[in-house]
């Protein structure tokens, strides 16, 4: 058999970049066959994992999350994302980094553990993309990027707004309140955000520029690329995609899901459309593939992060 057809690579690669051709059905779920790394020499972008689901308001399951979205990605390993003129892997060297380690019994100590764990790979000058897990990951995660960046726009596709008030204070483990606590602590700029796809009440949303699913069915794709564009300028920027911003129909897995999202075909034209944004990190999270039907969630998930990688290898190499 030839070389080009060998497997495992998530052990075996001698080389960080290229696509190369490995059995879809068979050998190690590593996200896109990347190879598992701790070593961050020459390192762009490191993938890990963040298996949280304490966090969340209805169903649970997305502790499971970043296992899935590892094995749905191996279905596009092969080849580039459609429509992209190049493959983001011959020009970055991704290492799947594994998955955070926290007691799970020292509940209080997991915020902490996130933003460690991501320190130790922004503070080498290397790319985070985070698979969840719920979504509050993004505040600790938020946290570590602003120590390296600075203030950051914040490009958040979701069916809720997630900046409900905490009125008991700042320690509250919550999925719903994590850019309430980033805007207040300046963390981001609302008036530099945007947030799109929502489709749940929020009477204060805090300064966020907001395109809700009904407006961008209304309007479509074309009009929240531009219109982002023009909000986030050249700011430095964090993208954070919660999954249940699909609707339901193209992303079942998930524990808060609500209908009238985007579809999946929606969601990667809007974001082939941000090429040029200065994005510094994502994060795709509530992935909870107990609820998902035939992987189609965890596959959303996976085409979700190969496109960013797209956008980062652009900005990068211009």
């Known amino acids: 058999m030839s070389a080009a057809y060998g497997n495992d690579r998530a052990f075996t690669a001698t080389d960080l970049k ?6 879809t059905f068979a050998g190690a779920l590593s996200f896109l066959r990347r190879k598992y790394s701790r070593d961050l020499s020459g390192v762009d972008v490191a993938v890990t994992g963040f298996p949280l689901d304490t966090a969340v308001t209805n169903r649970p399951g997305t502790r499971f999350g970043p296992r899935a979205i590892r094995a749905a990605s191996s279905h596009m390993a092969w080849t580039r994302p459609y429509g992209s003129p190049f493959d983001p892997l011959d020009r970055l060297a ?11 019994g020292r509940p209080e100590q997991i915020p902490g553990a996130i933003e460690a764990h991501a320190d130790e790979i ?7 993309l985070s698979l ?6 993004s505040y600790p995660l938020l946290k570590a990027h602003v120590k390296k960046h600075g203030p950051l726009s914040l490009v958040h596709f979701d069916a809720h707004s997630d900046t409900w008030n905490d009125e008991g204070g700042d320690g509250r483990v919550d999925h719903g309140t994590m850019f309430y606590h980033a805007a207040k602590e300046g963390l981001v ?14 009477d204060d ?9 009904p407006w961008v069915h209304e309007h479509g794709v074309k009009a929240v690329i531009e219109q982002t564009r023009r909000i986030v300028g050249d700011n430095k920027a964090y993208l954070t995609f919660d999954i249940d911003c699909l609707d339901p129909a193209f992303a079942p897995g998930t524990g808060t ?8 075909a929606q969601a990667l034209a809007i974001l082939r459309g941000f090429a040029g944004i200065n994005f510094v990190g994502m994060d795709i999270v509530e992935v909870a593939p ?3 039907v035939g992987e189609i969630t965890a596959l959303a998930a996976s085409h979700i992060a190969h496109e960013w990688l797209v956008l980062y290898a652009s900005r990068k190499r211009a």
């Open 189 to 202: 700029d609302p008036k530099r955000s945007v947030q799109i796809g929502l489709r749940t009440h929020n």
């Open 290 to 292: 107990a609820y998902d």
């Open 205 to 213: 949303l805090l300064g966020f520029n907001v395109f809700d699913a």
């Open 122 to 128: 922004i503070s080498k000058g290397v790319a985070l």
């Open 94 to 104: 991704v290492v799947d980094y594994g998955d955070c380690r926290w007691d799970h």
């Open 132 to 137: 969840g897990g719920d979504h509050f990951i």
């Open 257 to 264: 899901p609500v209908s009238g999202g985007l579809t999946s």
């Open 18 to 23: 290229g696509t190369q051709m490995e059995p």
